[in-house]
């Protein structure tokens, strides 16, 4: 007993901190190469002759794969070692990378972005792992857990920006060259620096699971993503429904199986299903970010890279808020800061529902720090609480849900929250659009508030004025609501996990129950 517990107090070195450094390198990587294709995209389209079609899955195919490779790779990694998935999978990604910046055709661009989607699967159920097993003192686990989260969720936002700084000085191809050095520092010093860990006894992995589990989540989100970009036609409605039920029947293989692909014994631990229950809800309001970068470039003019800096101060807050977390948490309970952090989340986003276009920046970068600082400690402290609080050997499987409900509920959210902007947005449309307006400028307002601007340009001053200022106040008034549903289920997430985790003690700390169970 004094020996198990002298290991659960055993304080990192030196040289864990550098291994933690290599697993955080990588995920700031892959959650760059999210977003960074958001500036790119013209330039790649205009050079290899992409049409519509194509530019989409460029732009899509990774998160695709990415998202739907998830749980397999989590799985995986625990059967065959974390490292060994984790350094597998650095090399699929460097050579995709290369693969992907010297493409002469879209249709090899899109099969490199594809691998790089199952490459990068490899990197947070193997790296949450591998940091579960690394650090053994819970304080510093929950400081790493921190850490890594901070460039997973850092790295999206950096994405334009990064895309921004390598399009003003080199050729599109080097966004994705960016990876190549990452992970070659990766595959040189994982040996040394980070340990081998598999599941002890490991079954076999069930192949119709993977089918299952690969064609629910796929299913489901291409439909939901069709039904952001075209609204809820036949086919993305089928393909939602069929990853519902696809999904459902992998369920109840995973009861059957005595080796699952996920062990749905996990979610009877309420830390576990809160955590992960409160990443699904506040990874909903995902649909924030993207009226708020339309807003800047569209309302307020900005150009794309412009727009990302100004974004940039909430990307700083919400990093440094999840690496305060941690800290913070062992002063006070986890579910009280994330409690008062959600509360001033939906602060943020109720300031946001109050921006018009006379209000200038300063309520809309406000209200965006505040949205992205006050989720930041359910997000620094999810991973310590949803690995955490999962066996060992099941550490890769649960690191896997917790980023493939992310993926979920970010499409999720995009569909639903985006649904309700553009719903809101046509009735103010419908309402305000004065008699005299040419047929064509009417038809291209219930399009998008872009194509409006475009519109606006070819008809006359006075005309254009007025056709800008309805469509601008129709946008922002879609704009609010989406900021107002997001207050409410911040509000929402914050009430489920100051109940179901407030028996949860400050970090470091144990409850009078586990101690008298030690004694």
């Known amino acids: 007993?004094?020996?198990?517990?002298?290991?659960?107090?055993?304080?990192?070195?030196?040289?864990?901190?550098?291994?933690?450094?290599?697993?955080?390198?990588?995920?700031?990587?892959?959650?760059?190469?999210?977003?960074?294709?958001?500036?790119?995209?013209?330039?790649?389209g205009a050079d290899l002759g992409a049409n519509g079609v194509e530019q989409l899955w460029i732009m899509d195919i990774y998160g695709f794969t990415l998202s739907g490779f998830l749980i397999t790779m989590g799985t995986l990694g625990d059967r065959i070692g974390r490292r060994m998935l984790l350094m597998l999978g650095g090399a699929g990604f460097c050579l995709a990378s290369v693969a992907a910046a010297f493409s002469p055709s879209p249709e090899m661009l899109i099969a490199a972005r594809a691998v790089l989607g199952i490459a990068g699967a490899t990197v947070a159920p193997s790296t949450l792992a591998l940091i579960s097993y690394m650090f053994h003192d819970h304080k510093e686990r929950s400081l790493a857990f921190g850490i890594w989260m901070a460039c997973s969720m850092g790295g999206m936002a950096l994405g334009p920006v990064v895309g921004g700084a390598m399009l003003a000085h080199y050729w599109w191809g080097s966004i994705f060259l960016l990876g190549v050095p990452v992970m070659v520092l990766l595959l040189i010093t994982a040996p040394a620096l980070l340990p081998e860990y598999k599941m002890p006894e490991a079954g076999t992995l069930d192949a119709a699971s993977i089918v299952l589990s690969l064609a629910a989540i796929l299913s489901f989100i291409y439909g939901l993503k069709k039904i952001a970009v075209d609204g809820p036609q036949p086919v993305p409605l089928c393909s939602v429904t069929a990853g519902v039920a696809l999904g459902l029947i992998f369920v109840r293989r995973q009861r059957r199986l005595h080796d699952p692909l996920i062990d749905l014994r996990l979610f009877n631990n309420p830390a576990f299903s809160a955590a992960l229950g409160g990443m699904f809800g506040i990874t909903l309001t995902g649909a924030v970010m993207l009226y708020v970068a339309q807003h800047l470039q569209l309302v307020q003019g900005m150009s794309p890279i412009q727009a990302a800096l100004w974004m940039l101060p909430s990307v700083i807050a919400s990093m440094s808020g999840m690496l305060l977390s941690p800290l913070i948490a062992r002063r006070i309970r986890p579910a009280l800061l994330i409690g008062c952090g959600l509360a001033v989340s939906a602060t943020g986003c109720f300031l946001l529902s109050e921006v018009d276009t006379k209000t200038g920046l300063a309520s809309l970068v406000i209200g965006y720090i505040l949205f992205n600082m006050g989720a930041s400690p359910l997000v620094s402290l999810s991973g310590d609480l949803v690995v955490g609080s999962a066996p060992p050997e099941k550490a890769g499987a649960a690191a896997a849900l917790l980023q493939t409900s992310g993926e979920f509920a970010f499409a999720l959210g995009i569909a639903a929250l985006g649904s309700l902007g553009t719903f809101v947005y046509h009735n103010h449309i419908a309402a305000s659009i004065p008699p005299d307006m040419p047929k064509l400028a009417v038809l291209t307002t219930q399009d998008s508030l872009a194509g409006v601007i475009a519109v606006a340009e070819k008809l006359p001053g006075n005309l254009s004025a007025k056709l800008l200022e309805f469509a601008y106040e129709a946008f922002i008034d879609g704009m609010h609501a989406v900021a107002m549903a997001s207050g409410v289920i911040m509000c929402s997430v914050a009430a489920l996990i100051l109940v179901r985790l407030r028996h949860i003690q400050p970090i470091g700390q144990i409850s009078p129950k586990e101690s008298k169970q030690q004694h």
């Open 1 to 44: 007993m004094k020996q198990a517990e002298n290991l659960v107090n055993r304080k990192a070195g030196i040289r864990t901190w550098i291994g933690l450094a290599v697993l955080a390198l990588p995920a700031l990587l892959i959650s760059i190469d999210v977003s960074v294709m958001i500036l790119a995209l013209p330039h790649i």
